[in-house]
C-alpha cells in the first residue's frame, strides 16, 4: 500500500531548515540603498524611539536568565538564546528603527518577577509561559509551542524559585503556540491521577485540532513567510517576529481540557487562588479567555491585547478576524481592569499600573475600531482594499503609540481584512471578475511592451528611484512571464532586500526578505514534519482527517471512479463507510458496507500514523493490528486517488 499523505500540518514551521537544493540565481542580501536610509531615518525622527518606559518594564523584576541552547530531540536547534545578541544599541541601516526597538524588547528573556506570586518566562519560545503560585503549587499559564521548550522553561524556574509541582494549566486560547508544549509540563497520567485541572475556554479542543488543518499544507508554506524561519538571524535577515523570537516547533501535543469555561464571566479557585475568567471567543482566536486575579489586582489579556497591533488577517492566511468584536471586548476590558494595577498577556512584556493598563486597553480599542470603520466609510464611498490600504491612517493620537503599532499586524493589510469580512476578496470590479491567471496575464505584458528585459530595464530606473513597490510589481510580471530571465530575479530579489529593510512589521519584513532568500536559493526542501505534530494528531477527531482526506481527492483522476471502502478502527469501536461519488469522496460513520470493495481494519494510532507519514507501509502492512478484506487492489486505488502535496510549492516564481 503506498504511503498515504494528506494536508495535515498545522502553522508549523519544522526543526530542519536551511536551503540545500538550489535552483535560485544566487547573490547575497543587499545594503541599504540612500532611499531606504531616508525612510528609516525620517521614521526615527517621527517616532520617540527613545521613550524609556518599555524598556523598564521589559527588564523589571528579572531574575536569571539562560544561556546556549534547547534542542530538539533530533539534535536540531529549537533556541538558540544567543541568536539575537546581534540586536545591541541604535538600529542597523537594514532594519526599520521602530521594528529594531521593538525587537530589542523582545530580545529581553529569561526568568522574571511579575509581583509577589506570579513569574514569566520569556524568549524560551515565541510566547510567554506564566507561572502563579498556589496554595499547594504552580498554576503554569499558556506552556509554550513545544515540550522541549516548556520543560526547559519549567526546569529554569524550578532551579531559582524552588522545586514546586504542576497543580494545574490554564490553557488562555487554541493556537499552538500557546498549549502545543503542555507534554512537557505535565504528563497525561499525572493529569489523571493528581486530577490536575487543565482549564480552557469552551470550544478549545475543536478549535486546536481543526482550525488549521484543512489547508494546513499551504498555511505552513506561507507562515515560513510571515515567520522568516529560513532567514539568517541577523540585521540583513531575521530581527523579531513582532509576537517574539523564534517558534520553536518540536514534537508539539495536546492534552484535552477538564475544566471548560463556557460563560461569559466565570468564577474559578485553582489551587486556592481567584480566577476570574473572560471569554472572549471570535476575534484573535476563535476560542480564547482572558482573566484577572482579583488578590494580585492582575489581568491577562492572553492574545486579544498585547504590545502591537495585531493582525485581522495573518499573511500566512487565515480565516479573516472580526475588528469589531475584537475592540468590543477591549470595553470590556476596560471594566474587567477597573482595579487592575498589572497587566500581563501570552507575548512581549507586562505593563504596571492602572493609568497605563488603561491607556495600553484604549489605544487597542481604538486601533481596532479605527481600522474597522474608516475601511467601512471608504467602502461605501466606492474605494476597493488597495485603494483603502493606501488611504487610511491612524491618527497621531494611536500612531504615537507604541503598544499599539503595527509590528506583527499592519493597517493596510488590515483595511483588507475588514473589506474581506463583509465583502469578500472580490472588489466589484469586472475586470477582475474572470482575469487571466498571474502567469498568462505576465506573458501578455511583456509580448506587449517588446520582451522581460524591457520590463527589467524599467525597473531598474524605478529601484534607482527607490520606487520599490513599482519595481516589485514589473518585475514580477517579468519573472512570471519569463521565468528564464535571471536580471529580473536578482533585481527583484534586491527590491524585497529594500522592501524588507523598510517594513516596520515583522511579518512584512520577514515576508519580503524570505521572498529574496527564496528568489535567490529557491523554495525550500522542506516545510512541514507531520511526525512532529503525532501527539496532537493522535487527540484530532476521526472526522477532521476524513474531511482533510476528502479534500485530498484528485477530482479529475475520479472520475467515473466508484469505489467504496470500510474503515474500521478497532480502539475506538468505530467504523466508517468511504466512497467516491461524482468524482467527490464521501464518508458516513456507521456499519461497514457489505457491497464495500475493500475493508481496512486497524487502529486509529496507525491509521493517524500512515496519515501523516511516520509508519512506513512495511509496518503498517506487518503489524498485527491492521488487517485488510476484500480487494487488496481496490484499497490501494482508491488510496491512490488521495493527492500527496508536498508543501514547498514556489511562491516568488514560477
Ligand atoms: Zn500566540
Redesign the pocket.
Known sequence: MKKLNIALAAVLITLATGCSKTSGVGGAAGDATPETLRVNAQFAKDLKLDDAQDFEDAKRGFIAKPAGKILAANGGVLKDFDAYNFLEGKAADTVNPSLWRHAQLNANYGLFKVTDGVYQLRGFD??NMTIIEGKTGWILVDPLTAPETSSAALAFARQHLGNKPVTAVVLT?A?V??FGGVLGVVTPKEVAERKIPIVAPAGFMEEATSENIMVGTAMARRSLYQFGRDLPRDAKGNVDNG?GKDVAYGAIGIIAPTWLIYKPTQQTELDGVNFVFHNVPGAECPAEMTFSIPDKKLYDGA?NLGQQMHNLLPVRGAKVRDALRWSNYMDQALEQTKDAQIYIA??NWPVWGNTNIKKLITMHRDVYKYTHDQTVRLINAGNTPREIADIVQLPKSLSGYFGARGYYGDIRHNVKAVYQFYLGAYDGNPANLNPLPPQASAKKYLELIGGSHKAVASAQTAFNNGEYRWAAELLNQAVFGDPSNKAAKELLAKTYDQMGYMAEAATWRNSYLTAALELRNGPPPNVVSEASMIQMLLQTPVERFLEAMAAGLNGPDAEGKDLKVNLVLTDLKESYVLWIENSVLHFKNGEPAADANATLTLTKEIFVKMIAGTAGVKDTLLSDDLKIGGSKIDLVRFFGLIDKAPGTFAIVTK
Open positions: 515565541m510566547a486560547h493556537h503556540d500557546h509576537l492574545e501570552s507575548h
